[in-house]
């Protein structure tokens, strides 16, 4: 059993920072992609940031120097640091991960971006 258990999300000024994490557990024979999505009230999910296992990285334009994704594949954990984020970037954002045959998401954590 696969489980992708997310953290990290919250209330945050403009201009602020957020980090969200992605734990995956179980059992795991090799992690192919892990990235994250997001999906606005009344919009489609979106790929926000994704990482093969060789190590590209792929942004929506409209992240493109303000989230950086990264893995820490000791502790088969993504991370997407998120800078300068602005009312848009508000969201429900999910972990996507693509392990041995399967494609997995974690539950969702909310990004609120609001003075």
């Known amino acids: 059993q696969v489980q992708l258990v997310e953290s990290g999300g919250g209330l945050v000024q403009p201009g602020g920072s957020l980090t969200l994490s992605c734990a995956v557990s179980?059992?795991?024979?090799?992690?192919?992609?892990m990235g994250w999505y997001r999906q606005a009230p009344g919009k489609q999910r979106e790929l926000v940031a994704g990482?093969?296992?060789?190590?590209?990285?792929n942004y929506a334009d409209s992240v493109k120097g303000r989230f950086t994704i990264f893995r820490d594949n000791a502790k088969n954990t993504v991370i997407l640091q998120m800078n300068s984020l602005k009312p848009e970037d508000t969201a429900v954002y999910y972990c996507?991960?693509?392990?041995?045959?399967?494609?997995?998401w974690g539950q969702g954590t909310q990004v609120t971006v609001s003075s």
């Open positions: 996507n991960a693509v392990i041995d045959f399967g494609d997995y």
């Open positions: 990482m093969i296992s060789g190590g590209s990285t």
């Open positions: 179980g059992n795991i024979f090799r992690i192919y992609a």
